[in-house]
């Protein structure tokens, strides 16, 4: 099972968007795939379940608030592997028989979680801090451990809010790859380079924290979150082919260095990708999609399948 954090600093550059559509083609390929929402914003919840939908079906106690309440309050524990559902909508349009879309649904009220989660980390003496903050880095990473969810899955994408807050650092120290969907522009190219580095930073901290190890405390594995590659998403285009006028954003992250760029490049168009959310079915898997975009979502998958060494399971 492979774990893929789909992530940017910058907001609004498609990344949900890209999540739901690259989670359902994987599926449609024959792929047992698992969705996680770890946005407080739910918008990937939101792009499977109307709100009414989700008040009644999930809010009570379907969605990973349970787990980080059970985490961290004491209240009965319970796996991820027994939050996820496959939202009914899109159940239908995953033709193949091995394929599989659940998704663990977020929770509006997980907004100040993140703030929840800083002050767990703090106080005490340096060791109790480290322990402290390698607990809650390796939250998520032990939960994918369960052995139930791997043998359920061959792919896990998490969806992550726009920031570099402690949940992300959960979901990065749990990943084996880093999915960076990008729009073509200045500010995307900043936002990469910061995330770069924030992520070495990462890395380079959970390292010497391996190194010293207190009595009693668990030998923790070593980590190595890999960047897949920057996906281009979002991008206006004519003919196929980007516009002249965002072609010189598409080469300034080329040039970044040991940054892997997707060849395949999502278009904008609004009138697709903006409204699928509404019907709870990614354009990926809805019918009357242009050929175009569709050969684009299938090349996406296609790069993906092979760059993240998940060729052969479809
Ligand atoms: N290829 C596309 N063409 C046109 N509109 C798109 C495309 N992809 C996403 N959108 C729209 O752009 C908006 C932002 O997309 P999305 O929510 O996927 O971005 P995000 O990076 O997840 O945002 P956030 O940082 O808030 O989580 C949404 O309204 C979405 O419907
Ligand atoms: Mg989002």
Known sequence: MKVVSVINIKGGVGKTTLTANLGAELASRGMRVLLIDLDPQASLTFSFYTIDDWDALLAPNLTIQRWFDAQNNGHDPVRLSELARAPAGVEGSIKHPNGRLDLVASHLGLINIDTRLASSMSGGTFDQVRANVMKTYRMLADELRDRTLRRKYDVVLIDCAPNFNVLNKAALVASDWVLIPAK??????????????????????????????????????RISPEILGVVFSMVPKRLDLPIQAVRPFL??????????????????STALFAAAPRDGVPVSVATSVPADVAKELDDLAEEFTNNAGLKGIE
């Not at 010293?212 to 923790?220: A, K, L, M, N």
């Not at 080469?251 to 904008?268: A, N, Y």
């Open 184 to 221: 073509a522009d200045h500010l995307s190219t900043l936002g990469i380079e910061y995330l770069i580095k924030h992520l070495k930073d990462l890395t380079s901290d959970y390292k010497q924290f391996l190194r010293v190890r207190s009595p009693g405390e668990p030998q923790y594995p």
């Open 251 to 268: 080469e300034e992250i080329k040039q970044l260095q040991g940054v892997p760029v997707f060849e395949t490049i999502i278009r904008q």
